[in-house]
């Protein structure tokens, strides 16, 4: 069975998935097939995201499109300094929630929280069949949001301002390899992050609370974002044809976002997983293309959150990769379907979906 895996594109499609929806508001992630590129190499591409994602009360009518448009820029580069040990670099958008209500019973509420995350990795090829990694992550995050009145039990309205702050965490892990049939199964951890923000609250509810006292409170809130371990794999099944297969398990029963006068703004009542299966074949030696299942478990039980409307998410993601000489250009589509649901309200948010795409380049040097 001859076996060009090297040109394959599983770098394409987990460099392109996308999990929003799926736990939480979990966005882009770590690619292990980056890591494990045989190439110095640099890559960048652009991505864009369409949600059409809404609700509807029974008596207070449509919320309009909840989720915002997403534009986004991601790179990474590999180089090796020895014939056995590499240094990778990842830049992504690692949690992302841009959601507003412009009707319904939530008008006026919105939510923003954006971790941009820095993962610089060093790799050792131990002997030809087993290889480990490990190295920091620099994650900036940045949290705000409004509650209208009913959000806050008609106690009157909240703007929260988290502001911006940076945590470090750090990605350990190791795979087996089977060279001879491209088989490579990797198990890799990626820590907690903890952040410190300053934080302020204002609006009715802090007059209503402090009896007309003040209009803003300042406080610190310590937030830890989930830990996360990973399992990814992929084997040839044909001639220049790979199978993948992933699965991502993250912690959200712990995370929470407390405040001092609103208390609990954010929780999750179950710890999530996410699947993907995937298919990459290389057609001509300037051509490849994949395809891509996935299957994301939500985070929480029940009522739905509605400022993060989803629960779990299903969906298809198909990419292609021409090269010529040292330079790739690739792009990649994918749609999901997002599970229906109701929050405290009535609210019933069904039929729901989103699309991508992404183009990018690639050099090898």
Known sequence: MKLKYQSLLVAILSVTSFYSHGAAYEFGRYSYSNLYSPDDKVAASYSYFNYDIQGNHPTFGNTGDIFNDTHYVQGAVNYFFTDKFSGNAQYYLSNNIDTQHTGGFWQGSSANVKTRTLALTGKYQITPSFSAFAGPTINQTEINAKFNTNMNG????????????????????????????????????????????????????????????????????????????????????????????????????????????????????????????????????????????????????????????????????????????????????????????????????????????????????
């Open 154 to 365: 008609g106690f009157g309205g909240l703007d929260l301002d988290l502001g911006d702050d940076i945590g470090f965490g750090y990605t350990v892990g190791a795979s087996y390899h089977i060279p001879k049939i491209a088989l490579r199964a990797t198990v890799a951890y990626q820590s907690a992050v903890e952040h410190s923000f300053d934080t302020t609250e204002s609006g009715a509810l802090i007059v209503n609370k402090t009896g007309g006292k003040a209009s803003s409170v300042s406080s610190q809130a310590e937030i830890e974002l989930p830990e996360t371990i990973d399992f990814d794999f992929q084997t040839g099944v044909a001639e220049n044809t790979l199978l993948t297969f992933s699965a991502h398990w993250r912690r959200w029963s712990e995370h929470v976002i407390k405040t001092q006068v609103r208390g609990e703004v954010v929780t999750f009542d179950r710890d999530s997983v996410t699947y993907a299966l995937g298919l990459a074949r290389q057609f001509t030696p300037s051509f490849g293309g994949g395809i891509e299942l996935n299957y994301a478990e939500g985070a929480g039980e029940g009522n739905l959150n509605p400022l993060a409307p989803g629960n779990g998410a299903k969906g298809v993601q198909v990419g292609g990769k021409y090269s010529f000489g040292n330079t790739s250009l690739f792009g990649a589509a994918q749609y999901k379907m997002v599970k229906d649901g109701k929050d405290i309200s009535g609210t019933i948010y069904q039929d729901n979906s989103l699309y991508g795409l992404t183009v990018g380049v690639e050099h090898k040097f």
